[in-house]
């Protein structure tokens, strides 16, 4: 779900808290040096993403936010926020020369710069957040 988030709204709060869990405490998010990534450019993204966007001409930047039970993805278009929500057992992300996220029929693609690069070790977090995710619901492979 995509939700427009440039305002405080505390429903808007309320359900993102539900959907994807409360934010980080302040000692777990030093003891995980950090919660979110740096501004990233939203290279490539489905056509039902593409109204969330600046013109062609105009980068537009997203960021990830690390939640116990999703993330958050923060679409930064002009004056306007927009963020989306997705649970861990939405998430879906593919890793070549960039990184790809889908999820809900949808998916962004962010590109390979500076600030990639430097958000090596936040994807590293995040794919330990999913894979400890998966583990704590796998019901499959119990004994």
Same mark, same amino acid.
């Given at each position: 779900?995509?939700?427009?988030?440039? #305002?405080?709204? /505390?429903?808007?709060?309320?359900?993102?808290?539900?959907?994807?869990? /409360?934010?980080?405490?302040? $000692?777990?998010?030093?003891?995980?040096?950090?919660?979110? =990534?740096?501004?990233?450019?939203?290279?490539?993204? =489905?056509?039902?993403?593409?109204?969330? *966007?600046?013109?062609? !001409?105009?980068?537009?930047? &997203?960021?990830?936010?690390?939640?116990?039970?999703?993330?958050? $993805?923060? $679409? !930064? /278009?002009?004056?306007?926020?927009?963020?989306?929500? !997705?649970?861990?057992? *939405?998430?879906? $992300?593919?890793?070549?020369?960039?990184? #790809?996220?889908?999820? *809900?029929?949808?998916?962004?693609?962010?590109?390979?710069?500076?600030? +990639?690069?430097?958000?090596?070790?936040?994807?590293?977090?995040?794919?330990? *957040?999913? &894979?400890?995710?998966?583990?704590?619901?796998? +019901?499959?492979?119990? /004994?």
């Amino acid at each position: 779900m995509i939700l427009e988030t440039s #305002h405080k709204n /505390k429903d808007i709060s309320l359900l993102i808290n539900d959907v994807v869990g /409360k934010p980080f405490s302040f $000692i777990k998010t030093i003891k995980m040096k950090g919660c979110t =990534s740096k501004k990233m450019i939203i290279e490539d993204s =489905s056509p039902n993403l593409k109204a969330y *966007q600046n013109r062609a !001409i105009d980068a537009t930047f &997203a960021n990830i936010e690390l939640r116990p039970l999703g993330i958050l $993805i923060r $679409i !930064i /278009k002009g004056l306007s926020n927009f963020t989306w929500v !997705i649970p861990y057992y *939405q998430l879906v $992300i593919y890793k070549s020369n960039s990184n #790809h996220i889908y999820s *809900q029929g949808r998916f962004i693609r962010f590109g390979v710069d500076k600030n +990639f690069k430097e958000n090596k070790d936040f994807f590293d977090k995040l794919f330990i *957040q999913k &894979a400890n995710y998966k583990a704590k619901y796998d +019901f499959l492979n119990f /004994k």
